[in-house]
């Protein structure tokens, strides 16, 4: 009797090897990260031009997720959340290529791994947007090279494994010469896969030409390199035995790197491609299922920390904001995701967002600017020219012209129903009730966390070593609902917010007339008596309320006190402040009265151009925007 159920045991364990992972192992977990693509590009997500049989066969076998977006939209805010596991809103990474720093108790997720046993290895991309970035890879990572992987750990140990794929980035599918596409690209990629100009239909937003096609060409080649890339990681799983006990992700670090993509607060920057495939060992962790499952539930990049940590059963920190969406430590999905978008090089912005089943609500608070913005690093893109050329030439349609008009102060899209954004039904009444519900989900959640990216980066940057961003939020001091109370007119054309802006000039907060002044230049136009009231205030304390002022007021009357606070600081030696002169002319009527002056910047940046590089690139396409002159680009990658 007793032999029997040995054999019955033994039977048992044999047909369930989950008994074996539940008990005794931990899983790997591999990570397959590629850059800059929105969902649309990847087969599994209904595109059938494109070459992605990897990407669609761990979907098939896997969970496909239709509602994960990135915490931000370009890679290297993105990023700091994901190795945190904390929003950028809080620690002040919001802004591309910032380099604040974060509270030491703040780690990489991986080193908590690391703790438990796990070798982590990344392969090879960090960018994680702090004056810290060499902490947390130090402590995150066993290994971090561009031949890192899992190879190098000990027998038996449980791995945690990042791999990116660059094929996809914006350098190859937009920003960099055709020839270099052509070269990191074209001439990598099996022609088999390779996706000809004329295979697959262009968004309803671009103007459907054959140098377009041209270039939107890029994306899918990219893509596809990518994806091919990945399938050899793939073989090296296999062939190294270790398929049955590695759980696999796929994503995106953000949405597309194109014109309305990249850097834009809507789903077309926030929404990525998200796969996870389980082996037979730990399929039972999918509270899904598998094999070709598609889930709806919700996620987004501050989830993934948690997550790994409870896969790998590892207790999650009180600090960070997400939940653990599998794994032993799983929490239910939230009501709502709140998301950001903030500045990108040389350009000031501000989107903050919510999402809820498929809706997302966008409030911009810069919207003066449009889509495409002065970016340098996007404009010098062929397709970025093509588009303002043919937008200065009178040649896009009113849905095509959408890139490069001024925004409105709210957008609220259904995601399911309208993948490409081109219907907005903020002012649809059906949609009444769900827009002033997330009105107000996000503008308390903006004021619970106390959004230190409120403040700009002439502001943070006084903090010094005091205090981090993350930490100056959390003081008394630091009175956001003074900030709030002028930032959340910000944007709104109507006679009420302008009103109030006006009265907010005369807030005590700097901070807040600063935002009282950022909401004026959105505004279409000014009585001689509100030209006077702002002129009163022209000579405020606080550099940046003079320097929005002065742009709002010369675009109105060519005020000479006005003109003499531009000039000011456009010949001045902080950096943050000749750059936000900049910023402010790109989006004036007129900007070409101070041509002699950028010229003559120019000449001085040759010579004193330290720590002027964003402020150099907003002028390079000033010129170029002005004098026709030709934008240079002095690193390719």
Not at 28 to 50: H, M, R
Not at 74 to 96: D, E, F, L, W
Not at 409 to 421: G, K, T
Request: glycine share 6%; net charge negative; proline share 5%.
């Amino acid at each position: 009797m007793f032999s029997r159920f040995l054999i019955f045991l033994s039977i048992l364990f044999f047909k369930n090897p989950a008994i074996y992972a539940q008990k005794d192992s931990k899983p790997n977990i591999l990570w397959l990260v590629i850059e800059d693509t929105s969902p649309q590009y990847i087969g599994c997500y209904g595109n059938s031009a494109v070459n992605t049989p990897n990407i669609d066969q761990l979907a098939s076998g896997g969970v496909r997720f239709s509602n994960a977006y990135s915490t931000g939209t370009v890679s290297s805010p993105s990023r700091s959340t994901i190795i945190t596991g904390v929003k950028a809103y809080k620690m002040g990474t919001g802004n591309h290529r910032s380099s604040f720093p974060i509270p030491d108790f703040i780690k990489g997720f991986p080193y908590y791994l690391k703790q438990a046993g796990y070798y982590t290895s990344n392969n090879s991309k960090t960018d994680y947007n702090t004056s810290d970035a060499k902490r947390i890879i130090t402590d995150s990572w066993n290994e971090s090279s561009a031949t890192a992987g899992w190879w190098n750990k000990k027998p038996g140990q449980p791995f945690f494994s990042v791999f990116n794929f660059a094929d996809s980035h914006q350098s190859r599918t937009m920003t960099n010469p055709y020839h270099m596409y052509e070269k990191q690209v074209l001439d990598l990629l099996p022609d088999s896969l390779a996706v000809d100009d004329n295979d697959f239909q262009m968004p309803p937003f671009y103007k459907d030409t054959p140098e377009m096609r041209k270039q939107l060409a890029r994306v899918y080649n990219g893509v596809s390199l990518a994806d091919y890339k990945i399938g050899q990681i793939l073989d090296r799983i296999r062939k190294d035995g270790l398929m049955d006990n590695t759980i696999i992700f796929f994503y995106a670090d953000h949405g597309e790197g194109m014109p309305r993509g990249k850097s834009n607060g809507i789903g077309q920057g926030y929404k990525v491609p998200f796969v996870v495939w389980f082996p037979e060992t730990y399929k039972h962790l999918s509270p899904w299922g598998t094999e070709g499952i598609v889930t709806d539930e919700q996620i987004d990049f501050a989830d993934l920390a948690p997550t790994i940590l409870s896969l790998a059963d590892v207790d999650i920190p009180e600090y960070f904001d997400g939940r653990a969406f599998l794994g032993s430590q799983r929490e239910e999905a939230k009501e709502y995701l709140f998301i950001s978008n903030d500045g990108c090089e040389n350009s000031f912005n501000l989107d903050r967002t919510v999402i809820k089943n498929n809706l997302l609500y966008t409030r911009h608070f810069t919207p003066y600017s449009p889509q495409l913005r002065w970016i340098h690093y996007f404009i010098y893109g062929s397709i970025s020219q093509l588009i303002v050329n043919d937008y200065n030439s009178g040649k896009l349609s009113d849905k095509e012209a959408i890139v490069m008009e001024p925004r409105k102060a709210e957008y609220l899209y259904d995601l399911s129903a309208d993948p490409w954004e081109m219907h907005d039904l903020s002012n649809d009444p059906a949609y009444r009730e769900e827009l002033d519900q997330m009105r107000r989900a996000l503008e308390k959640n903006i004021v619970d966390s106390k959004d230190v990216l409120f403040n700009t980066e002439y502001e943070l940057k006084k903090l010094g070593d005091n205090f981090t961003p993350y930490e100056y939020r959390l003081l008394d001091d630091y009175d956001f609902n003074s900030i709030w109370e002028a930032a959340k007119y910000a944007g709104f054309r109507d006679a009420k917010s302008k009103n109030e802006q006006i009265r907010l000039l005369n807030s005590p907060d700097k901070v807040a007339r600063l935002w009282a002044a950022i909401g004026l230049k959105s505004q279409p136009s000014f009585d001689e008596i509100e030209i006077i009231q702002i002129l009163h205030h022209l000579f405020d304390p606080y550099p940046p309320v003079q320097i929005f002022l002065a742009s709002t007021l010369y675009d109105m009357n060519k005020s000479p006190e006005a003109r003499e606070v531009l000039e000011k600081y456009l010949s001045g030696s902080d950096p943050d402040l000749v750059l936000m002169v900049l910023h402010n002319l790109h989006y004036m009527q007129r900007k070409g009265d101070f041509i002699e002056q950028l010229v003559q910047l120019e000449e001085k940046m040759g010579t004193e151009s330290r720590n002027m590089e964003s402020a150099k690139h907003s002028l390079e396409v000033l010129l170029y925007r002005l004098i026709d002159q030709p934008l240079k680009m002095e690193f390719f990658w």
